[in-house]
């Protein structure tokens, strides 16, 4: 089996929809509306793995920030060690916070985490 998607709700979506495609070289559909509901939502494609969609509707409550129970982040892989650094320096010069800097971790992964426009946790694995 492999993950065909991961839903995020969002009060940006075209903010976010923007974000994922210009930084993450993810590639969108045309927005899904249904009037009935409220709802929209964008499914943005990457170059390999799991789509992610992007929905909107009004009614839902906003998260807590930080760490919580659930889904705590998405990853991406990226060519190198160079390019977790450059991205990171990238998403820091254009306002996005930086929760955490490029590193090695205890099992060896060389990462940075970075915040997207509600918070959700993007980790840049080189």
Not at 55 to 62: A, C, L, S, T, V
Not at 94 to 119: F, H, K, M, N, Q
């Amino acid at each position: 089996m492999t993950i065909d998607h991961i839903a995020i709700w969002t009060d940006k979506l075209e903010e976010m929809r923007e974000y994922y495609c210009r930084y993450f070289n993810g590639r969108s559909n045309e927005k899904y509306t249904n009037p009935l509901k409220g709802f929209e939502s964008y499914f943005i494609t990457f170059e390999e793995g799991a789509r992610l969609e992007l929905m909107r509707r009004k009614g839902i409550p906003q998260g807590k920030e930080g760490e919580t129970l659930g889904i705590t982040h998405l990853a991406f892989k990226v060519s190198s060690r160079e390019e977790v650094d450059t991205l990171t320096k990238t998403l820091r010069t254009d306002g996005y916070i930086v929760a955490g800097e490029p590193r090695t971790t205890g099992d060896g992964y060389y990462e940075s985490v970075v915040l997207d426009l509600e918070g959700n946790r993007v980790v840049l694995v080189g």
